[in-house]
């Protein structure tokens, strides 16, 4: 039963307004008024929070589920960086006041976290200087692609036409490159998982105007040939772009600025303490090399000789504003504690150890299920359920098998390079017997796809929703609560 609306008891009250204390007199035009009073339903405040208790249980969260979803990462809020997120000295600074005249020494806490958490970032991934602007992974692309563009563009390089993406790439990358007006070249991997060198030498040249790629990329694997292609693309002037959504599994152990990249973007909230796909803000800055470095967005946070810090707007060559304001700061604030308590050793412990939790898996399903790569992983183990689908049962049937088993689906069908793709991202903050947990869970599905296959079709059984038609439910989104087929009540 749906306490707010069958459960309405006419006369029940939950709040008691105050009686206005100022008297009104404006009387709205008859066409604002409604011709029935609107139908709000009656109940008490213990009701309400009941509802809406029960509706938020109905969600799975990181809070609550192991979360294995690949090419994500952070599973986890830690709870200290939510507290200094919440401090009334950040949260309450108002986004315009280091813009108004002399506003600027009231914002200096601010402002030395946007300066230090962009020296952190440089440092963490040989880079010299960040935009901390971008608001998503997918923004900070596009935003680098046009530092890309303006590169060309003041070169007077106006013959480059083409950015390449490896086939495994996210489907971000290409979109933001043609966005930016470039048309799109995809490499196949060879059997390793990696990009064919060969075939990017047949595609590569002078109207090349970079390759974005992420490393380890979305296989899960390292791509040992990385210096070569940096080499490549450098040859015809091109700009190396580091996806960096894949970048827990290096961190402090190697740099994309020293592995040839020239730009990366960061998904603050994969990598540093917010976990992406809560429907929540992300934050996607953009690093650059010295050749990218004068086309960064404005404003840009200096420190200045007095030890003051200030935004500053004198950069000719910039491509200009990518968005009002500094950035999704809260999601900034939260990364650059989480780097501040972690530290440099703190930081390399936390790749280690999602690598091993990877492996670990990996190592533990592999009876189970055809593995895309066989052989060591980085952050993420990539399965295939190609023996199960023989049998009818598909990645879809069983990521929703998990749902029953309170275990969130790892990404499925992605990358699109691999059939029946499961990508199993545990990351380091789960325990050994979380894992085991899981790894018993995935061997059971293969078992019952055997032994039942047929039954796969109607799970999840226990869920309020069991299969939506997600490709309709992503597109024509309808959240009216009165209207929804697929509830089971
Ligand atoms: C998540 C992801 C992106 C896009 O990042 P958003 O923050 O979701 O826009 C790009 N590339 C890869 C490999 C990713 O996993």
Redesign the pocket.
């Known amino acids: 039963m749906n306490l707010i609306f069958e459960g309405s008891v006419s006369g029940r009250q939950g709040v008691k307004l105050p009686s206005s204390d100022v008297p009104v007199k404006i009387k709205l035009p008859s066409q604002y008024l409604r011709s029935k009073a609107a139908e709000l339903p009656e109940v008490s405040e213990l009701d309400v929070v009941r509802h809406f208790t029960r509706l938020s249980q109905r969600n799975f969260s990181v809070d609550a589920n192991f979360y294995p979803l690949g090419?994500?990462t952070m599973k986890y809020n830690p709870k200290f960086t939510e507290k200094v997120a919440g401090m009334m000295g950040f949260a309450d600074l108002h986004p315009l006041l280091p813009q108004l005249q002399g506003g600027e020494k009231y914002a200096q806490g601010a402002l030395e976290v946007l300066y230090e958490c962009e020296r952190w970032l440089c440092e963490i991934t040989g880079m010299n200087a960040y935009t901390m602007q971008p608001l998503?992974?997918?923004?900070?692309?596009l935003t680098g692609i046009m530092l890309m563009a303006a590169y060309h563009k003041a070169k007077g390089n106006t013959h480059k036409k083409v950015v390449i993406v490896p086939d495994s790439?996210?489907g971000?990358?290409p979109a933001s490159a043609a966005v930016a007006g470039y048309s799109i070249v995809a490499v196949p991997s060879d059997k390793r998982g990696v990009m064919d060198l060969d075939k990017l030498k047949a595609v590569l040249n002078d109207e090349v105007a970079g390759l974005m790629m992420?490393c380890p990329d979305?296989h899960g694997v390292f791509n040992p040939q990385i210096d070569e292609i940096a080499r490549l693309i450098h040859s015809v002037d091109g700009i190396m772009y580091y996806?960096g959504?894949?970048l827990n599994a290096i961190l402090g152990r190697a740099r994309p600025g020293d592995l040839g990249f020239d730009v990366v973007h960061l998904?603050l909230?994969?990598t540093f303490a917010t976990p992406?796909g809560g429907g929540g803000p992300?934050s996607?800055p953009v690093g650059v090399g010295e050749k990218l470095e004068p086309f960064l967005p404005v404003s840009r946070v200096v420190k200045r000789e007095s030890g003051e810090y200030a935004l500053n707007y004198d950069y000719p060559h910039s491509i200009g504003y990518i968005a009002s304001f500094y950035g999704a700061f809260g999601i900034i604030l939260r990364a650059y504690a989480y780097m501040l308590i972690l530290g440099r050793e703190g930081l390399k412990q936390t790749a280690d150890h999602a690598v091993l939790n990877a492996n670990y898996l990996l190592h533990k399903i592999k009876p189970y299920y055809q593995v895309a790569f066989d052989r060591v992983c980085m952050h993420e183990c990539l399965f295939s359920a190609s023996k199960q689908a023989d049998n009818g049962v598909h990645a879809i049937d069983i990521a929703k098998f998990l749902i029953d088993r309170n275990i969130h689906p790892p990404t499925v069908y992605f990358p699109l390079t691999v059939k029946e793709a499961i990508m199993v991202e545990p990351t380091e903050t789960e325990s050994k017997a979380t894992m085991d947990e899981f790894a018993s869970v995935m061997a059971e599905a293969s078992a019952l796809a055997k032994s039942s296959p047929e039954s796969f079709k109607d799970f999840p059984l226990r869920m309020p929703i069991s299969r939506p038609d997600e490709v309709r439910a992503a597109r024509e989104m309808n959240v009216n609560f009165f209207d929804r087929p697929n509830a089971r009540g």
């Open positions: 090419s994500c998503a992974g997918a923004h900070g692309e790439a996210h971000t990358n992420t979305t996806d959504a894949n998904n909230h994969k992406h992300g996607g």
